[in-house]
């Protein structure tokens, strides 16, 4: 049985049609890349998921129980965990403390939240900013800081919202390790990006989306290679 | 200010309150004690759902009112006496808050603001009418307080005394669970609920449930404060207990003396008392006048109100001296 | 069947108006993102301005809104560019609180001055009402309805046709974009609270002969303000329009089949339900 299974997925908002028919699986211990032109849908889906939207129809299944309908703290609990697109700190608290208030969803004491939370923010490199207030922290520390809140809450499988967007080259280069650390550390990851590269290099599969609808999905080498794609993408350059 | 610190401020305040009415036997002054007493658990009550959770009620005075004639009801009509009253109507509008807060929480920001408003009203228009339960226009008159023994002493309901020290207590006990609040799970749950909802609940906050939480412990605190208002004064009639007026007091108390801080209610409640007794007296009709204007000026020139621009400095004084003396 | 009519037409004249005030506040909602909740007092002033200049001076009500909305319109960009533009950068709730304590500061300056008593208007060429097909019309509520839908036909030509009126639907939509396209924001902002302030007045000049008239009016008025602009959808000028008439009727028609004491709870009851059931207004307009 895989990890998270998606099913029929549909999403209308008024009349259009934003997620339509999806239906994917993500293994356990899978890095999945979910790419496809802006406003195809990839987000939805994360809010799907997480539950911060209401599918209009389909099936949401973590280990074999649904998901669907549960507030995106339950999802949380479940073990679904995400980061969002454009990051969204605790910007007047400080890094610690905006890690251990996702520490508390698996540890009651402030003493042993603290503990674990500075363990992930160790593990992300921004242990050295621990005091620092989110609001002043610089773009890509910001971006680690959200991994590190995410991965506090323990969560089996980790949505990634485009976490390289606005990073340099070499950030980027730093930001694919880090998932793939986070993939050995025994979290699954289904991750959104537009940068060609990194999704190339690090997914172990690729789906791709376009108008809502699944229209690739299998190793990178071969989805790069798929007419259907290439059309999608037209006029798009591999970076 | 540190944990030592603040206890010893605790108890020094402590000490003083109750040596207070020994030293100073001035009715008035006594009776203006009794309402910054008063007016700082309501000040509380607002702070923790508005200063703590961000959530900007303009209707808390349905819940002050639940607790007003709660206690007095049960006083007339059930023969229970007030000191057991005032928890209970505490109680009773812990109670109600929780479906209030369930129907207006579903609503963030300003729209939460406006419906606590249109709340309130509507339960101002049902008091008024719903005679058969709150008498309506006339409202409910205590004639004759029940006797009471304490240590064999006869308790003399004409004296401040007995009123000056269960306010005092009521407020230690606001007080005191403001500060429990704030070094709690809940407190830092509120905190990221304060910064961004929709985070906070990614992260595995229940929201809602802090949320309602937090709305019944202020809920209850305000009842109390309503309670001790019956108590007080004897008389509970719609226009005294569910007046914008009393809501935007309560508002004012909390902005002016510190959003979010445990002391700023006590140092709003003096202001509100002292400056805001000043003028009414001058100018009865239209004295909310000052109310609005200093809000408009706290948010303009102190935002943080008065004991959060003091705390800031205290910080800033500390670190300073901290610098110092690593140097 | 005949007082289903009558209440039906008094609930459309009134809604009418309801609608000039819901259309100033949508407009300042959906330019600048700021609920005013002071919107009430401007409705008082704009009453008031019409008895004094009455009292005062013989001038007409009706006539009166020539002098008032100008003076209004200009009172709220005052206010706005002085007050109001340095609160907004702290913060949602730092606006909200500032005008609630900015229609404080107004309703009781006003108390002050006017004290409580109630006052009201009376017409010599409207003391009768007017009997068109046998139904009786208020002749004072009837006019207000007729400048009313005036200054709406007005204010539509005025979004749709001018520059400003323009800017002032694309800074209403996205107001990125339309720094983007060049539009001065600021200014788009400035103009568009005065607007809203001044139909806010324009719509208590009209109210005003057929109301009692007292300072506090502004409490009762913001939440059906807001009822109308919820129910309509935020920001948008159509939805407001059916907002108003949608809480006229349903208060004339509520203070006849249900109960009048509770006429005014009519307002408040809907106004929940809405936020419960349809948060985007019954148009899906949606919120942002």
């Not at chain 1, 890509?140 to 390289?164: N, S």
């Amino acid at each position: 049985m895989a990890l998270l299974e998606v099913e029929g997925l549909t999403r209308f908002f008024g009349g259009l049609r934003a997620v339509g028919n999806l239906s994917v699986e993500v293994n356990e211990g899978e890095i999945l890349g979910l790419i496809g032109p802006n406003g195809a849908g990839k987000t939805t889906v994360f809010n799907l998921v997480t539950g911060f939207v209401r599918p209009s129809s389909g099936a949401i299944r973590l280990e074999g129980r649904s998901v669907v309908g549960l507030k995106p703290h339950a999802v949380a609990r479940r073990g679904i965990a995400r980061t969002f697109q454009i990051v969204k700190p605790f910007p007047r608290l400080s890094v610690r403390e905006n890690v251990t208030l996702a520490a508390f969803l698996r540890h009651r004491a402030r003493r042993e939240a603290e503990a674990a939370a500075m363990e992930v923010v160790e593990r992300l490199g921004i242990g050295h900013r621990a005091e620092t207030l989110a609001s002043q922290l610089t773009l890509i520390d910001q971006k680690r800081l959200e991994m590190a809140r995410a991965l506090a809450t323990g969560p089996r499988i980790l949505l990634l919202d485009e976490p390289m967007g606005g990073l340099n080259p070499s950030e980027v280069g730093t930001a694919s390790g880090i998932v793939e650390q986070i993939r050995e550390s025994g979290v699954t990851v289904i991750l959104v990006e537009h940068v060609m590269k990194a999704i190339m290099r690090i997914s172990d599969r690729v789906v791709v989306m376009h108008h809502g609808e699944k229209i690739a999905d299998g190793p990178p080498a071969q989805v790069v290679q798929d007419p259907a794609v290439i059309a999608a993408y037209f006029g798009k350059r591999a970076a | 200010m540190s944990r030592r610190a603040r206890i010893l401020a605790g108890t020094a305040g402590a000490l003083a309150l109750a040596a207070l009415p020994l030293v100073v036997k001035n009715t008035f002054f006594l009776h203006v004690c009794i309402l910054v007493f008063m007016w700082t658990v309501l000040g509380a009550a607002w702070n923790v759902l508005g200063g703590f959770a961000g959530q900007v009620s303009f209707g808390h005075a349905a819940l002050f009112a639940i607790g007003s004639y709660a206690t007095i009801i049960l006083f007339l009509k059930a023969g229970i006496a007030p000191w057991w009253g005032i928890p209970l109507g505490g109680v009773a509008a812990a109670g109600l808050s929780v479906p209030i807060g369930l129907l207006c929480f579903r609503l963030r920001g300003p729209y939460f603001s406006l419906a606590t408003l249109a709340v309130a009203e509507l339960a101002r228009l049902v008091a008024l009418n719903w005679e058969w339960l709150t008498n309506g226009p006339i409202g409910f008159l205590i004639t004759t307080l029940p006797p009471l023994q304490i240590l064999g002493y006869s308790v003399d309901w004409e004296s401040k005394l007995p009123f000056y020290a269960l306010a005092a207590f009521l407020m230690m006990a606001a007080l005191l669970s403001t500060a429990w609040l704030r070094q709690s799970r809940l407190g830092a749950f509120l905190a990221a609920i304060r910064e961004d909802e929709d985070a906070a609940e990614a992260v595995g906050i229940d929201t809602v449930r802090s949320k309602v939480v937090t709305l019944a412990l202020s809920g209850f605190l305000a009842g109390l404060g309503g309670g001790f208002y019956a108590f007080y004064f004897r008389y509970v009639d719609p226009d005294a207990v569910l007046s914008i007026g009393l809501s935007m007091e309560m508002v004012f108390i909390a902005m002016v003396g510190g959003l979010g801080t445990v002391g700023g209610p006590l140092i709003g409640a003096v202001f509100l008392t002292t400056v805001g007794e000043a003028v009414r007296e001058r100018f009865q009709v239209g004295h909310l006048v000052f109310y609005g204007l200093f809000m408009m000026l706290v948010i303009r020139f102190l935002p943080e109100g008065i004991w959060g621009r003091v705390l800031r400095l205290l910080a800033r004084v500390q670190a300073r001296v901290q610098r110092h003396g690593a140097a | 069947m005949e007082t289903f009519v009558q209440s039906l037409v008094s609930g459309v004249l009134m809604g009418a108006l309801y609608a000039m005030i819901g259309i100033g506040l949508t407009v300042i909602f959906g330019v600048m993102r700021i609920i005013n909740l002071a919107h009430g007092e401007m409705v008082m002033v704009g009453m008031f301005g019409a008895f004094w200049s009455q009292t005062l001076w013989g001038l007409d009500p009706f006539l009166s809104i020539l002098l008032w909305a100008p003076v209004m319109f200009v009172g709220g960009m005052l206010l706005y560019r002085f007050l109001l533009r340095k609160i907004i950068p702290g913060g949602e709730l730092n606006t909200l609180l500032y005008t609630a304590g900015l229609s404080l500061l107004v309703a009781n300056l006003a108390l002050l001055a006017w004290t409580g008593d109630y006052r009201t208007i009376t017409l010599a060429y409207t003391q009768a009402p007017m009997r068109p097909l046998g139904i009786a019309v208020p002749g004072a509520l009837a006019i207000g309805f007729g400048v009313a839908v005036v200054v709406t036909v007005a204010l539509w030509l005025f979004l749709g046709r001018t520059d400003m009126g323009r800017a002032i639907r694309a800074t209403s939509q996205n107001p990125e974009a339309a720094v983007l396209m060049g539009v001065d924001v600021e200014r788009v902002a400035v103009v568009a609270f005065g607007l809203g302030t001044a139909l806010a007045g324009a719509a208590g000049v009209l109210l005003a002969p057929s109301l009692y008239l007292y300072p506090t009016v502004g409490e009762l008025l913001i939440v059906k303000s807001f009822v109308i602009v919820v129910l309509g959808g935020l920001g948008s000028v159509p939805g407001a329009i059916a907002g108003g008439l949608l809480l006229g009727v349903a208060e004339s028609l509520g203070a006849v089949y249900v109960s009048s004491t509770y006429k005014d709870g009519i307002g408040y009851v809907i106004f929940l339900l809405v936020l419960l059931y349809r948060p985007s207004g019954l148009f899906g307009v949606g919120k942002r």
